[in-house]
């Protein structure tokens, strides 16, 4: 049975990448695709509840991970993400403009990506008993 913390690494991961491609593609579906622009994806409130969404699950998983592989830099990492991701809500496109909604958005959702894809790395390694991790004790020479 997989853990909660592999669960929610995934599903962070998964909502990070849905934010990216939201925000590479959805320009590009909108110009092709006129009939789309009435789904309103590309209002603000998306943004908000991407954010709303990724921020309890990555907190939950990235805190548990640490926990078990001790690698505080993982968690520093997702948490630099979803503060440029709040970052991106909260200046909005019209303070920061459209580009600077989509860097700061696109640096987060990759900031978080990466922690959880390390975070996921380092618990399965650690659950293998083959991890370098600083919670394990070197073995004593006799």
Not at 80 to 91: F, N, P
């Amino acid at each position: 049975m997989k853990s909660a913390q592999a669960l929610t690494d995934k599903l962070a991961i998964t909502l990070s990448l849905a934010c990216a491609i939201h925000c590479l593609a959805l320009p590009l579906v909108l110009a092709l695709l006129p009939s789309l622009a009435a789904l309103s994806l590309d209002h603000e409130s998306f943004h908000f509840w991407m954010v709303v969404a990724v921020i309890p699950s990555s907190l939950y998983a990235l805190t548990l991970g640490c926990k078990k592989h001790r690698r505080v830099r993982v968690l520093l990492l997702g948490t630099i993400g979803l503060t440029l991701l709040v970052l991106a809500v909260a200046l909005g496109e019209a303070r920061i403009g459209e580009a600077g909604e989509k860097l700061l958005t696109l640096a987060g959702a990759a900031c978080v990506a990466l922690g959880h894809w390390m975070n996921f790395r380092l618990c399965r390694t650690h659950e293998s008993k083959a991890c370098p991790c600083p919670s394990q004790k070197p073995a004593e020479a006799s």
